[in-house]
């Protein structure tokens, strides 16, 4: 029998909608003609907590009794559900400890204190987080709310679908994120329930794909490791519940790189605006990066968080500056002598690329002793300028080793 149903969610709407917020719906042109579809982002970062996490876990808490009330409540995540359990417990007045990996985002263990949570940092990944939780809840005789494979949790996730088919009830397409498998369980459960033609597609990260061999072998495959920046989907182990609901609702899984989820995360920020973590944009990834066919087909990508820490955003955004040739890195020889980096940085300057850092060595062994390594980074207006760039500095008589140039 299915863990959840359609009452199920339908419930659990009705008893989170006075706290969880109805989230944007916002039309892509951009993707639209990138895909061929008709593409509509579901901003599941505008939601409290900045992530749907919170859908589910205002559900659970809203469900426990009195005595489990006073009990209060654990749980473990790498940081999303750990908000989300925070925010509800001190909303309903309920003790609330949290084991994070000992890795954990800074921003998101801040955020978690914030909302009113005691933090323990345990473990090197969200598995092992998870064992030191199920451990201090037996111990302490609490309530664990685990952030994935419980009814409660996933029908609350579930209510997010129902917002979809409101704005969108036509849809022929969802694109949904996987880690635990809560999210997609939920929503899978409500979309075939409402609109059985619809196709759900499943999407996780290439680093952290424990959804095809389970499906495989048709019964819950574990991976030993997990390595992504897509923190919020990093699991080792679906649940067993949720793997039921994927095996019945889902009819595709696919796979994104870390490259296409930074490209996706660069993109959001760039031209919706919009800022999303590595687990909110793979069902983006997957769309932009041609994993599914939408041509002609009117598609939900879910955006299903964004809280991500800023260092990680700073790298993404300068790699992805490098990527799309508004960044570049040249790498040369100039004669060790007064005014040689000058001239280099003049001529640069004349074709337009403007030097943003400059770095010089002269001890390098393979660089004759009357010469010098340079190491020049320069603004450039894409691909075609680079590749004139290299021309002028090879016809000036620097053979330049240029990272950004795609030819």
Known sequence: ???????????????????????????????????????????????????????????????????????GVVC???????????????????????????????AKVVATRGYGATVHLRGLDYQEA??????????????FVHAFDDPRIMAGQGTLALEVLEEVPDLDVILVPIGGGGL???????????????????????????????????????????????????????GDLTFEAIQAHVDEVVTVSEAEIASS???????????????????????MHGHVDLEGKKTCVVVSGGNIDMTLMSRIIDRGL????????????????????AHLLALLGEHKANVLDVRHDRHRLDVPLHRTHVEVHVETRGHDHIEELRRVLRESGYEADVQGHTA
């Open 1 to 71: 029998m299915p863990a959840i149903g359609l009452d199920d969610i339908e419930a659990a709407r009705q008893t989170i909608q006075d706290t969880v917020r109805n989230t944007p719906m916002k039309r892509s042109t951009t993707l639209s003609k990138l895909t061929g579809g008709d593409i509509h982002l579901k901003l599941e970062n505008f939601q409290r907590t900045g992530s749907f996490k919170v859908r589910g876990a205002m559900n659970k808490l809203r469900s426990l009794d009195r005595q489990e009330k006073a009990a």
């Open 76 to 106: 473990a995540s790498a940081g999303n559900h750990a908000q989300g359990v925070a925010f509800a417990a001190t909303r309903e007045g309920v003790a609330c400890d949290v084991f994070m990996p000992s890795d954990a985002t800074l």
């Open 130 to 143: 998870y064992e030191y939780a199920r451990a201090y809840q037996e111990e302490q005789g609490k309530v």
């Open 184 to 238: 997609i369980g939920g929503v899978a459960t409500a979309i075939k329930a409402l609109r059985p033609a619809c196709r759900v597609v499943g999407v996780q990260a290439a680093g952290a794909s424990s959804v095809a061999e389970s499906l495989n072998k048709g019964r819950v495959v574990p991976l030993d490791e997990v390595h992504t920046m897509a923190d919020g989907i990093a699991c080792r182990r679906l």
């Open 265 to 287: 995360i660069l993109y959001l920020l760039e031209r919706a605006k919009v800022g999303a973590e590595g687990a909110g944009a793979v069902a983006l990834a997957a769309a």
């Open 322 to 341: 490098v990527t799309e040739g508004r960044v570049a890195v040249l790498e040369t020889e100039v004669p060790d002598r007064p005014g040689a980096i």
